[in-house]
């Protein structure tokens, strides 16, 4: 975490009017609403650290020798173009 910095900041009268009614709707105090009102309003609030590199674990899914798992969609599309027919049948 960076090291804190203290500084004087001159506030509008209007501005200092919604930093007050803040600090009293939040109970918080005016550094930390001033730091949330920064962060949101240089776009900064609720982006995280960069997250963990994802790592993907291989499973054996146990498919028979013959069935090709890279068509598995191409089945599912002729086995419901099948229902579908034996329903217009009927």
């Keep these: 975490m960076m090291p804190s910095m203290r500084t004087t900041l001159t ?14 709707r939040s109970d918080k105090s005016m550094k930390a609403v001033v730091n949330d009102a920064l962060r949101i309003g240089l776009g900064l609030r609720g982006k995280s650290s960069p997250m963990a590199r994802y790592e993907v674990k291989p499973h054996s899914f146990g498919f028979k020798p013959g069935i090709d798992i890279n068509r598995l969609n191409q089945l599912v599309d002729e086995l419901e173009a099948e229902e579908l027919g034996r329903k217009s049948r009927q």
């Excluded at 506030?11 to 009293?24: C, M």
């Design 11 to 24: 506030i509008e009268p209007d501005v200092a009017q919604l930093l007050r009614r803040e600090i009293r």
